[in-house]
């Protein structure tokens, strides 16, 4: 990451932290770790972040659009004009879970070998701060289109519509783990603004005080039949 | 290595090899430590090779011409439709010195942080790997324009003039290492085929022969004196 010119690095329910082996590992790099954010959670290490890639070896049954490393990376460098942006990495052993995926705007699959394809993390790590510096460094920036909600506005939204989905009936029969992974693929691919993401809670909230309403009609009907 | 597609590993003068550690670390892609070639020079892992790339960390006081890895990749791939060529990486301490970087044809230097440069040789070799595993990807050869000779052809002709040149008397007062750096660099750059090669050592030999004879004439005179 140093070399590279990274310098935030957030761990998220690390085993051992701080780790005298890393420590020792990191020579001069120390520095990094010493400041690292440890944080419980995903959304947690997303505050205030802007446009999340999620580093995904799987290309199918992928919920969000998946590009290559130098595919992605104009696109990461012109979302970081408008806030914090992350490069968010799974498990050694397992990566990132769909539902953990569906936290980021965009996938990056960095392409290997069919038949050797397990990268490590420290080598995926490696080649997403490689090309970071490398497209930073003739980076030139287009003035930004849209002014998008920080990670944690988005979640809230999230929240919000399946609360309200459950309580209008929507989520019965549904499964609503696959259906919000849907809706939340169509709200990063459109990335939200602030004023939206109020316009779009205003009528949540209206939505279930009309719902409130029917029902309190319904039970007073009830009541009068 | 093995996820990019790379196989062939060579060693030069490993401090341990097997060894338990690498071995359990390479989980997987054992096959490439297990067919893993051990040599005891540069020159020996280079046999056969008609383009070498050495990576160095410096920018000054280096003999070849220095590309970024990606600038570098269209060359490396292209070279490697005449023959089988090679990415050499020095130690994790020191790199290359100079002398071994003048066994290569070109430098490449991986942009870093110029407030922490040190970049370790498993991240080196994994950005290498990475970026000719992209570049192969959408490489379309050109026709080769000459035949390059192999590494140890062009190594002999190196001891061929530097020999010669102690021979006739050129390398007396001169510095041969500095002048033996100058020449390989201008060799490097132009290429050399089998057939030029063979021209080169002729004139050297011929160069001797005539120098011989100018000696031999020198210390009859002066016996006749």
């Known amino acids: 990451m140093k070399t590279m010119g990274l310098r935030h690095l957030y761990l998220i329910n690390p085993r051992y932290f701080p780790d005298a082996q890393a420590t020792a590992m990191a020579a001069g790099a120390d520095d990094?770790?010493?400041n690292a954010v440890v944080c419980n959670s995903i959304d947690e290490a997303l505050q205030g972040v802007v446009f999340t890639v999620a580093m995904t070896a799987r290309l199918r049954d992928i919920s969000i659009?998946?590009?290559?490393?130098?595919e992605a990376m104009p696109q990461v460098l012109?979302?970081?004009?408008?806030?914090?942006?992350?490069?968010?990495?799974?498990t050694e052993m397992s990566g990132l879970t769909n539902e953990e995926m569906?936290?980021?705007q965009l996938g990056v699959n960095i392409p290997t070998n069919p038949e050797f394809s397990s990268l490590n993390v420290a080598a995926a790590v490696q080649v997403m701060a490689y090309e970071t510096s490398v497209a930073a460094q003739s980076f030139v920036p287009s003035v930004p289109q849209i002014e998008p909600a920080t990670h944690e506005r988005v979640e809230g939204l999230y929240e919000h519509l399946q609360r309200t989905l459950f309580e209008i009936g929507?989520?019965?029969t549904q499964n609503p783990a696959r259906l919000m992974q849907r809706l939340r693929r169509l709200y990063s691919r459109t990335r939200l603004e602030d004023e939206e993401i109020n316009i779009l809670r205003?009528?949540?909230t209206v939505t279930t005080e009309y719902n409130g309403r029917l029902k309190a009609r319904y039970q007073q009907e009830h009541k009068d039949v």
């Open 170 to 172: 929507f989520f019965t």
């Open 32 to 34: 990094i770790l010493e």
């Open 202 to 204: 205003g009528i949540l």
């Open 65 to 70: 659009e998946v590009k290559t490393p130098r």
């Open 78 to 90: 012109q979302e970081a004009q408008a806030g914090p942006v992350a490069l968010l990495f799974g």
């Open 102 to 104: 569906g936290k980021a």
